[in-house]
């Protein structure tokens, strides 16, 4: 074996296809389907720095403290990887010219810094006197047409409205997700009876916004849509599990898989062997016993503390699970009882260099063919600077390049 | 400015408060009680949960011990809806000073606290996540209690007998006429106006603030002793019976479940201010250490949310003013008009949950006799509403199922808004409708919104966009409440995150800042 990676998520994903397409043997070893689901499903390169970001590669070389992501995986790695993403994803998928961000509404109506978008969203961006129709469905409960508009109005120069549609994804549901509504939005009829039921509400000239539902399958439903209604429609993100995020998990799985990328998944990497500055292999918690991959190669991508790859114990002990490497960010009163300040526990993580390889406190590299990418990265707090796919791709670019030349 | 008559009014909306009134409306009293916030938003929703058997003190206060048994049956009888009998074990862990046990059944005998010592095999049996190595195992009648529950079907009650219960009703001045009180004024905190309450008597129930509120009266140097306890939550019922250390009470002896979680108590230390109760690292590093002793492996499961109370205790010269755990838990009443003069006052301290219906007795009985009247107590004989439904208890106690049970009828009719705590989008609605100028929290601890392990991660944005949709409230207000729910719910979080609550806590801010940035959106005005 070439290259074990460890983790689905986004850095995995695009490492392991990066370097699949390479001609490298590539095993992909996960828990679960990867935290893109979990996403709002738009790449960010950086939204706020700490003020609002319009032109995101300009602002990056200058943005955060020493020790951030950014300052060792450098612009130019980042731009490869948002530009590889857009081309894995294609323009059905992904869009968006990556030196702007996009400003799109979000589901509380709070406009968010993006640097690309779904095709689906891109009719949301912000532009000073639109007037925007927001619907809801009284059967969804993650999305509320009244807070997205009520706080869009006061967000931005623009007017919006609420309109909430009695429109079940199936019949008789009360209680519909927001996957449920996706898969109904893949059928043309049900696509149809929504214009019916919306059209004549709508007013001239209004831009439409409604969850991010119309189809997971079908990725031009929304064209549809805005065809059937005669009006520009624009997709929200909802909270996860989120249509959009599942639709780049499933072009970006199917890819690795196209590509001869072997997923094993399911279990967890309990540990990993090693013989001085090398990791021999890594052992996965299969069913019935454990196995180990051998590799001359690691891509180590399993996500931060919110897929539990980072871990803090009840005496305030960080560690992570599977190599136990050095930590970077850990200290005294981590967290704080400031509930809208950065909480400094979330940048704890793995320091390493321009290869991406873990460092320990001296600043040696702990291994030599061990590299990691995404959320195990120290020194950036993600949801709040809106960074968590540049530095995702920019690390997994990293990481792959350097396999690659070996 | 609106002028309000009552016979009474009752400063303070805790446990004792809401007795008080009741027992004043159904003795045929205009009553009116204020809270300058929430019902049961001070010490008597801030404890562990547990309806005591009187079994903690048969040998440390035989005198409470005895009242705890007899008013643990009136409540359970009475207040069935927020009580669940879940039994209690002592137990004698690995360590602990056998001598307590030895004489505990005797100590329950004369106080007639009904104990019977079982196996050590039985109580594991029972309860297979103790300690194994515990050496010595009794039952007890212990039970949970839902301290907002029970105060909101006291206050209901009230309601029923002509009382008014104002809410959010800050008293700024209490005003008198010659010797005797004659109002209380206070500002009405929702709406800004002022609102005096003309009235003969006032009963101050405010706990550990009482100090303050008969200050407004210029009676001053009423000494309460506030005394600190954390408790934590974890995310599952550890054990289903309550379960406390067979030893001279201490910190950390007892491990509550309620409803759907387990809460580890308490801890004991005097605080200078109510409204500041900090919850200390080092506290809860005891506490999950206390945890341990009863159930092995306490430190791998789940803490979800801690909070910190305030005993009110009186001052007493019996033991050193640093230790409040040792002074007397029975109740105090201090009368005005001996101690400065002034008719027509009486300042209530002490005392705990499980007797609050007995001390309202006491406490009204104790204004009879100044008043010169004379009116039976019927409190326990007449059952409580259930404050959530409106409908008077069936005598049918609390099990933690009622919820599952009550979803599975109406899951094809109605959203389940909060999946931790099968809160259904009808209750709510039901709730903020009724109260309209309620905040988040306020409805929070009648129905328990964003009290599970998410902590608010996926109900609150729910909640306010169905608030929204009621039409109770505007945008404004909606997306100041939703930003205060939040800022709340982290003040019982960040002292005890650890372990998968981390996790909970990273998705959570993914939620609303990866993918909402609800950081961003424009201020609003302050909310209450």
């Known amino acids: ?406 | 400015m609106r002028r309000l008559e009552a016979d009474v009014v009752v400063v303070g909306g805790g446990s004792t408060g809401a007795g008080v009134v009741r027992d004043v409306a159904m003795r045929g009293y205009k009553a009116v009680l204020v809270d300058r916030v929430d019902l049961a938003q001070g010490t008597s929703g801030r404890f562990h949960g547990l309806l005591h058997s009187g079994g903690r003190y048969v040998v440390s206060d035989p005198h409470s011990a005895t009242e705890c048994a007899e008013e643990n049956t009136i409540l359970t009888r009475i207040q069935a809806n927020s009580i669940e009998k879940t039994g209690g074990l002592f137990v004698v862990a690995p360590g602990d000073d056998p001598t307590y046990a030895e004489g505990f059944l005797a100590a329950c005998e004369a106080t007639k606290v009904p104990a019977t010592e079982i196996s050590v095999a039985r109580a594991l049996k029972r309860e297979p996540r103790l300690n194994p190595g515990i050496t010595r195992a009794f039952e007890v009648q212990d039970g949970s209690v839902d301290g907002w529950q029970m105060v909101w079907g006291a206050a209901a009650s009230a309601k029923e007998y002509g009382a008014q219960i104002l809410t959010y009703h800050r008293v700024t001045r209490i005003e008198r006429s010659g010797d005797t009180v004659s109002a209380v004024v206070c500002t009405d905190d929702k709406t800004g106006e002022e609102v005096t309450i003309g009235c003969h008597f006032v009963i101050n129930c405010a706990g550990a603030w009482a100090g303050q509120i008969a200050h407004l009266a210029d009676c001053p140097d009423v000494q309460v002793v506030p005394g600190r306890g954390i408790m934590i939550a974890m995310n599952h019922r550890l054990v289903n019976t309550v379960v406390n250390r067979c030893i001279h009470p201490h910190d950390g002896d007892i491990l509550v479940p309620v409803h759907t979680v387990c809460i580890i108590g308490t801890t004991d230390v005097k605080a200078p201010d109510p409204d500041r109760l900090p919850i200390p690292r080092e506290e809860v590093q005891q506490m999950l250490d206390a945890g341990e002793v009863l159930v092995p492996g306490f430190r791998e499961s789940r803490a979800i949310h801690a909070w910190s109370g305030a005993r009110p205790l009186v001052k007493d010269s019996r033991v050193g003013a640093a230790d409040t755990r040792h002074m007397s838990r029975g109740m105090s009443i201090l009368d005005h008009s001996e101690r400065d003069g002034l008719k027509g006052l009486l300042t209530i301290s002490g005392g705990k949950l499980t007797t609050y219906r007995l001390m309202a007795e006491r406490i009204v009985d104790a204004m009879e006799s100044q008043l010169g009247t004379s009116h039976d107590c019927r409190t326990a004989l007449e059952v409580c509403p259930d404050a959530s439904t409106g409908r008077l208890n069936e005598g049918k106690t609390y099990v933690v199922t009622h919820r599952l049970h009550d979803r599975e009828d109406d899951r094809l009719h109605d959203q389940i808004l909060c999946e931790c705590e099968l809160m259904s989008r009808r209750m709510f609605v039901d709730l903020i409708k009724a109260n309209p100028l309620s905040s988040f929290d306020d409805l929070r601890r009648q129905l328990r919104l964003g009290m599970g392990p998410c902590q608010g991660g996926f109900c609150s944005m729910r909640a306010t966009g169905v608030a929204l949709d009621a039409g109770t409230i505007d945008i404004e207000r909606a997306t100041g409440l939703l930003r205060l729910f939040l800022q709340n719910r982290w003040i019982g979080l960040w002292p005890i995150l650890a372990g998968d609550q981390v996790r909970q806590t990273a998705l959570d801010a993914w939620i609303f800042q990866g993918t909402l940035d609800i950081e961003h959106l424009p201020e609003t005005a302050e909310v209450v």
């Open chain 1, 1 to 406: 074996m070439d290259v074990v990676v460890i983790g689905a998520g986004l850095s995995g994903l695009v490492a392991a296809i990066r370097l699949a397409r390479v001609g490298k043997s590539v095993t992909l070893l996960t828990k679960g389907i990867g935290g893109l689901q979990l996403s709002q499903g738009t790449i960010d390169v950086l939204g706020y720095s700490p003020d609002l970001v319009t032109r995101p590669f300009e602002a990056l070389p200058r943005h955060g403290k020493p020790g951030h992501p950014y300052r060792v995986i450098g612009g130019a790695a980042v731009r490869s990887g948002v530009d590889y993403v857009a081309e894995l994803c294609g323009p059905d998928l992904l869009t968006g010219h990556a030196d702007d961000n996009f400003l799109l509404p979000t589901a509380v109506g709070a406009v968010r810094p993006t640097c690309l978008a779904q095709p689906s969203m891109a009719a949301g961006q912000i532009t000073a006197g639109t007037s925007y129709a927001i619907v809801g469905f009284r059967q969804n409960k993650d999305f509320y047409a009244a807070l997205c508009a009520g706080n869009l109005a006061r967000s931005a120069n623009v007017t919006a409205r609420a309109i909430t549609l009695d429109l079940p994804a199936r019949p008789n549901d009360v209680d519909s997700s927001a996957l449920a509504y996706a898969r109904a939005f893949d059928d043309p009829s049900y696509r149809q009876r929504f214009a019916t039921l919306l059209k004549p509400k709508l007013e001239a000239g209004e831009v439409v916004g409604v969850p991010a539902v119309l189809g997971i399958k079908v990725l031009d439903a929304w064209r549809d849509v805005s065809e059937r209604l005669g009006h520009e429609v624009f997709e929200i993100p909802t909270p996860p599990p989120g249509v959009p995020g599942m639709r780049l998990n499933e072009r970006l799985t199917q890819l690795a898989k196209a590509a001869g990328v072997r997923i094993a998944l399911g279990s967890r990497v309990v540990g990993a062997r090693t013989s001085g500055r090398r990791v021999e292999s890594v052992t996965f918690a299969a069913a019935g016993r454990n196995r180990d991959y051998a590799a001359a190669s690691f891509v180590h991508a399993p996500g931060g503390f919110e897929s539990g790859a980072l871990t803090m114990n009840s005496y305030g002990s960080i560690s992570e699970g599977v190599f136990n490497l050095p930590l970077a960010g850990v200290r005294d009163d981590l967290v704080t009882g400031d509930y809208w300040s950065d909480q400094a526990l979330f940048e704890v993580g793995v320091a390493v260099d321009d290869d991406m390889r873990p460092l320990d406190a001296a600043g040696r590299v702990v291994y030599s063919n061990l590299h990691c990418a995404g959320g195990i990265l120290a020194g950036a707090t993600r949801w709040s600077e809106k960074s968590g796919e540049g530095i995702a791709l920019g690390s997994a670019v990293r990481a792959a390049d350097t396999i690659r030349r070996a």
